[in-house]
């Protein structure tokens, strides 16, 4: 409400709060000697005069005091997001009623259906919301995670919400006999972290709580990608979390995600020792963790037998070899357009595609298509990976090719680490660094 229509109110309310009976009231006086005051316009303004202010005086004490409620009921205490698939964010004030309901994308928007939201208390909001995703199939046995994340400029406050609200939304999950996953922060509008997340969130068009959850994942795990993860739902990133054993720090993690999705851990050893030709017994260094492809789920199984190593990419649903590669003594024998389907012919991490154009001879150093022995790729990755200050197990996309401009021979090596991509050639003869360049992506 602003100055003008309190106005308009005050002037309405003092018409109206004094009636004018001067005349009706002389009309009725017989002028009678000594008894009887003649009365003018300005007798009466000083007898009524009080009166008129004093109506002025409550009847803005009572518009200013209204105002005062209607702000102190519309401002926003907190911001709640609760994230599953359907991303949703709530505003709430400090008795906890919602100010505002937004669907952020279009799963949220079909959760909240018709739902007018605005004004309830926050418990009864987000029963209906978890109703809703109940209903129609978003949070169930096979995906029953989810994000709630708090934004409070008091940071004990935001976390007896948290606390509060976690407490309540597993509770509602176990009434419908579903064992909860629930990943909880808080988060903050300002500070490095909170832009991080902010950009990420703008770029992407996800929600601040799944972007803060998505950059502290690839904070501790270099090998996935906001690219990566920005398609995944909660449960699908909560997987990756518990496989790769990452610890997200400031994050509360309760029970335990499904993966009754996907074939399993278990089943995608079983099947790469099938497509390796090897029992269990026979190998070592058996590793088998969730990951991610181009936004497909998928398990990677890693072992050793003999002098060779093996890494396989299992589709996590379908149970297909996405990807077989072994290397032994440093030469890759890569299989996989033998077992798998299109989507990962061009996988980023083909080990096929970094050494085309060249063969490798006993002792690791490739012999080029004029038969002259160079470094090796082994050699070339090496070096470009030193000057970058990065380790291979930090880094992701290596690629290395070896390629002829006009009759010198080098390598190209590309890889990227973190947001930044990196692009160095290396001369296949004498080791020496003839070009190197890095840039951010946005």
């Not at 009725?28 to 009080?50: A, L, P, S």
């Not at 978890?130 to 940071?155: F, R, T």
């Not at 999950?173 to 902010?198: C, F, M, R």
């Not at 012999?367 to 470094?375: A, F, P, R, S, Y």
Request: proline share 0%; hydrophobic share 40%.
């Amino acid at each position: 409400m602003n100055n003008r229509e309190i106005e308009e109110r005050i002037k309405c309310a003092v018409e109206h709060s004094v009636p004018d009976v001067r005349q009706a009231l002389l009309s009725q006086c017989n002028e009678v000697e000594g008894k009887v005051i003649g009365m003018n316009d300005n007798t009466v303004r000083k007898k009524t005069g009080w009166r008129k202010y004093a109506a002025m005086a409550a009847v803005l004490i009572l518009l200013l005091g209204g105002v005062g409620i209607y702000r102190q009921s519309s401002a926003v205490d907190s911001i709640i997001e609760l994230d599953v698939n359907p991303s949703i964010e709530l505003s709430v004030n400090k008795k906890e009623r919602v100010v505002e309901a937004k669907a952020l994308n279009d799963d949220a928007a079909t959760i909240m259906e018709e739902m007018d939201l605005k004004g309830a208390d926050l418990d009864v909001a987000v029963n209906a919301l978890i109703g809703s995703m109940l209903k129609h199939g978003y949070l169930s046995e096979l995906q029953n995670s989810i994000l709630i994340s708090v934004e409070n400029g008091d940071a004990a406050r935001g976390k007896e919400l948290e606390e509060r609200l976690v407490k309540e939304i597993d509770q509602l999950l176990a009434a419908s006999s579903i064992d909860g996953a629930i990943l909880s922060q808080q988060v903050s509008a300002d500070g490095d972290a909170a832009e991080g997340a902010d950009k990420l969130a703008q770029t992407y068009q996800i929600s601040q709580g799944k972007a803060a959850l998505i950059e502290k994942i690839i904070s501790q795990d270099a090998l996935l990608s906001a690219e990566d993860l920005k398609d995944l739902n909660i449960n699908q990133l909560n997987l990756l979390l518990d496989s790769r054993k990452l610890e997200i720090q400031n994050t509360a993690s309760t029970g335990k995600a499904s993966d009754k999705a996907y074939i399993g851990a278990a089943r995608a050893q079983e099947i790469a020792l099938k497509a390796a030709g090897l029992a269990e017994s026979s190998v070592t260094a058996l590793k088998v963790e969730m990951d991610v492809e181009h936004g497909v789920m998928t398990y990677e199984v890693e072992f050793e037998s003999g002098n060779a190593e093996y890494e396989y990419e299992i589709d996590a649903v379908s149970g297909s070899v996405l990807k077989a590669e072994r290397d032994v003594d440093g030469v890759y024998d890569d299989d996989s357009d033998d077992h798998s389907d299109d989507r990962d012919n061009d996988h980023d991490n083909d080990h096929s595609d970094r050494y085309s154009g060249a063969q490798s001879n006993a002792t690791g150093q490739t012999v080029t298509e004029k038969n002259q022995t160079d470094i090796g790729k082994d050699k070339a990755v090496s070096i470009a990976l030193k000057h970058a200050g990065l380790k291979e197990s930090g880094v992701s996309g290596l690629k290395a090719e070896l390629d002829e401009d006009d009759g010198t021979w080098k390598y190209e090596v590309e890889f990227r680490a973190g947001n930044v991509e990196y692009d160095c050639e290396i001369d296949a003869a004498s080791g020496a660094i003839l070009k190197y360049e890095k840039e951010a992506e946005d």
